[in-house]
């Protein structure tokens, strides 16, 4: 497949639908006589959906990077509220003449996913759900603006949230304390706003969900993200295979780490600590020192790797430091006309920030090692693998901790990493399990779902005493944007963390074969099933309980190798 193409001015503007619409039209007017002519309309396409793609990422970005700036954020929506109504009912009109032509079973089988993807949003798209999904965009960032403006006094001074989190891994208890009661009084403050939000959101997505012909949003959901390999079924089997397998680990995790403060319960203010009374690993203080060593890191880990991390050091392609006004989390973009790559975070020089540096580069070289493709759909792979690229880096990397550490220190973060990975897999059970029965029961009032909170925290989480904090307790789920923001995108952070142990598990006695499989199942993008991408990477797209049981109890031995 290498027709060039050049169907999109490169002076166009992607946040304009004035301008967009004409070359729309021109793609859904097309005549195809052929198989030749079917192709080209689909690499035309990719060309113009790819700069659409980047304008309103280019938007996003800078909206989360000031929250502050109320023309950025009038931007955004005029986006949301302009170019994405359109475009989808114009999408779907080409998509329904792609997924028509005789022609598509001529291509060559480099088209079959896309072909399947296609037949999929076809059957999916409802014209009345456009202004449906429109309102859920806009919601989505009114989260990120209340969240955005949640500073705490401490100390006299004025803090963000991240950096609020930093004092949890104070030895100074009484500190921990100040500050986890202050941080949760400022969220205490927004309980009833983002209540009434998802109240709104959960009945706008119960419409999405029925009219596309679903009994509720779960299995638009599951439509949406393209879950073609795994059910509804599959993901309360990992629920409980999580509370039988890694919950026992987390709790013995805890128990060990209760002893060894000398508590006799632990409370909230006491799960970050290090349990044997050391300062907080403090890899570096500047966005300077994290890329200088992550440079080092991964050059030291593999060439190719060093390079492409270069390509970042651009001066426009890293914001990574915290600061008032910047959007919570981390994530990656994909700027998909110029194939370049853009990492959000908000770094407070921790071990955790570390961790998220290695875990967004993952998804930029996923990005960049697939940057050839043609086809823009297939520079971007399924959720599920995706978090394997980020995921699995994290622990290859681990080799060149000693680039932020002495030897004992990364014996530590190393340690500190694979007990994250036992909490993550309880955490991520936890909210999609939260998400099933929320949208299953639409009508849920509030008692009903802080009732059902509670009982999933009882099920999954640490045993912590909450007494005193039971109104907090009730709310601990608002702190996850994933539930407001990307609906249903979190059982796939398990099942590649899943993915990712076992790559790591394999990398131990063949580093360089797992790396090499690594990079060859990145650079497929999105071009293969599922099944077939982890396959490229050397592991199985598994996560019955049989797996889950395995993989627990690799990360169980690794960690009684390990130093406390």
Known sequence: MNIDTSFVPLELDG????????????????????????????????????????????????????????????????FVEEVSPPLQQIAFEIDQRVAESPFLSELSDHFDVLARDTKSSVKLFKEENVPLLVEDTKMGQQFGSISGAQMVDFE??????????????????????????????????????????YDAMI?????????????????????SKGRFDYTPDDCKAFHQAAEDVFVPLLRKIQ????????????RPWDLAVDSTGRAPLRPFRTEAELVQGCSKMFTALDPELGTLFARLQDGTSLDLESRPGKSPGGYQLHLDRQRKVFIF????????????????????????LSEHEELVHYRHSPIEFAEVASMAMEKLAATQLGMFYAPQDAARAWREHLEDCIRSIAWVATIDAFQHEIYRNPNLDRAGRTALWLDLDQRFGVNCDWSGLEDIRQMQWQRQLHLFEV????????????????????????????????????????????????????IP????????????????????????
């Open 15 to 78: 946040t304009s639908w004035s301008a967009l619409e004409p070359l729309y039209i021109l793609l859904r007017e097309r005549t195809i006589d052929d198989a030749a002519d079917l192709e080209r309309l689909l690499l035309d396409r990719s060309e113009l959906d790819a700069h659409v793609s980047e304008a309103g990422n280019r938007i996003y970005a800078a909206m989360t990077c000031d929250t502050t700036d109320e023309a950025i954020e009038a931007a955004y929506l005029k």
């Open 156 to 197: 006299g001074e004025s803090r963000t949230m991240p950096w609020m989190g930093t004092i949890q891994e104070d030895t100074n208890r009484d500190r921990r304390e100040a500050a986890w009661r202050a941080s949760w009084g400022r969220r205490a403050e927004d309980r009833e706003a983002l209540d009434d939000l």
């Open 203 to 223: 009945s706008n997505r119960t419409k999405i969900g029925v009219n596309a012909g679903y009994e509720n949003y779960v299995g638009y959901a599951f439509a």
């Open 255 to 266: 128990e060990d780490r209760r002893q060894q403060l000398g508590l006799d319960v632990l």
């Open 345 to 368: 975070m908000n770094a407070a020089g921790t071990h955790d920030d570390l961790q998220t540096m290695l875990h967004e580069s993952g998804h930029a070289f996923h990005a960049m």
């Open 487 to 538: 609906p249903f995108y979190y059982i796939e952070y398990g099942i590649a963390q899943l993915g990712a142990l076992q790559l790591w598990r394999r990398s131990t006695s063949d580093h360089a074969g797992a790396l090499n499989d690594y990079k060859s199942a990145l650079r497929l993008g999105g071009s293969k099933p599922l099944p077939e991408l982890f396959a490229a990477a050397g």
């Open 541 to 564: 797209f598994d996560f019955s309980p049989k797996t889950v049981q395995r993989v627990g109890e690799t990360v169980a031995a690794e960690l009684e190798a390990l130093p406390l």
